[in-house]
């Protein structure tokens, strides 16, 4: 009878922690609801994409954006899956954010405990919630992937023997890469650990296998990937955009700012209850000296100075670029957690921990206005043809054009684009170009072409402030202003002049200025 009593303890807290991990998925994901909230402009891009994927296009030579492939075919198999819709975005997003939930917990269960596990978890999921800014972003998805990195780190220094764990290992570098090569940084420094342990242990055989499994790992997904746009004849298009041009990016600084202050920035609280817990591992340094898990703290110390430098090296400033410090905001809050428990509460009553956690995320589900943003999602889905939400530009484009007819949205919008069920008429999405590369100058090129040859029907002018206005009298407000671009594409004049030309303004919508071809009526 006791047996079964525990074992049901044992099944009900399960129940419990799977059903506060699903509560804390939607709380955070409610920012990224089909149902109730519009693509942010990195949204657009991949939602896009994915949907010329689906359609039988190929990234680099039928649309351009510079990013490594994988956040393309993820948009287009989750788009497959949601039937066009971005719900089926939003489904993969809770898999991945559930599954990471839930392996953090079990990771930092194990290192010390479940009071300590809750913490940190709680801890970097408000980080997330911070950093998140409408979801489908490339540093999104790989947080599962680190979690399980440095899970299987732990399992390695008790069995270093496993060839699958290794190969996974370095499976897990190569995905994290094909997302954003700065992810990868995480599971690179838990590979130069575990190689460094097996060294400097001098277990030569280990080494050996352990190098030759990871290595085998890495170049898979690299080896696949590269084939495949090799055979399509893009191979340097593809290096060209996620990789060179990338590089001339980051070189180009648009602030004065530290990312380490920024980081905090974004991060708030979280960030200082991580920095406590980074602090306090050194304080236990001669406790961990001793641990079975020393290489762990070893990576976990490099890492965290390694995620911080690589996170926005050009100094963009934007939020989600941070997301890759939240698997150490985790492990340090829980370290934190765990060390002032051990030393004010030694006796703590978990099971009310757990309960007073699950009444939190209960009332901030219920009384934070997330309950009731699904709730309007559903009925929207229901009781509507559109079946999530559409902004008013997107609305008036599918509304005043004919299936098949392109649309341009001004100052790169393809959300836009995704919306209302329009193409844009050129490959390079991207325009104005205003990185000094000579990819940007052969982009830039390359839309004039396109808009010459494929010439929109509609053109909209979205209003950026620091992208040159459509209007003549608003480029000279902007000019005034000093938010006209010092070094604009060198053909800006020309694709400037040629819309003029030939485009009239039909009307203004919301703020937005909607140009239509001269010649052309509404359907």
Sequence with gaps: MLKNNSSWQVLNRKITLSILAALATLIVLTQSNPGTVLPNRDYGFYSYIGLQVLR????????????????FYLNAAALSLGRGYRWGIWLVEFAFLFASILVSYSLFKKLWGTTPALFGAATWLLGMNLTLQGGNYTEEYPLLFHFLSFTLLLYLIE???????????????????????????????????????????????????TVLWVTLGIVIPLAITSAYFAYQGLFQDMLNASIIYNLTYSATDQSASSPLLVGFKFLNITAWIGLVGYLLMFTKINEIRKSAYLPFFIALAVDVPAVVAFSDPAKRNYGHYFMNWLPFIGV???????????????????????????????GVFVFNGNASTYVKAIDHFFTTSDREARSPISIYVDNHTNPGEYVLFWAT???ENFMSHRDAPMT??????MVKSDISDRLNDQFLTELQTKTPVLIVDMGRLTIPSL???RREEQKAMGVYPANPPHNLDEVLAFIEKNYYLE??????????LSGTQEP
Excluded: C, M
């Excluded at 990868?184 to 420094?189: K, L």
């Excluded at 390079?428 to 170009?433: G, S, T, V």
């Excluded at 009307?507 to 239509?516: H, L, N, Q």
């Design 428 to 433: 390079a999405l991207f325009y104005p170009n």
């Design 507 to 516: 009307a203004e919508v919301k703020g937005r200025s909607i140009y239509r």
């Design 471 to 473: 209007d003549p009298i």
């Design 332 to 362: 340090l809050a829980a370290l934190a957690f765990h060390s002032i428990r051990e030393k004010l509460f030694p006796k703590f009553n978990e099971t009310l921990f757990i309960s007073l956690f699950f009444a939190i995320a209960i």
């Design 56 to 71: 039988g296009n190929i990234p680099y030579k039928d649309v351009w954006e510079s990013k490594p492939p994988a956040i």
């Design 159 to 209: 069995n270093p023997k496993q060839r699958l764990v290794n190969l996974i290992i370095g499976l897990l570098f190569s995905i994290s890469f094909l997302f954003r090569p700065n992810n990868a940084v995480v599971e690179a420094v838990v590979i130069l650990v575990l190689g460094a342990t097996l060294l400097w242990q001098r277990q030569w055989k280990d080494l050996f296998n």
């Design 413 to 415: 919008h393809p959300g």
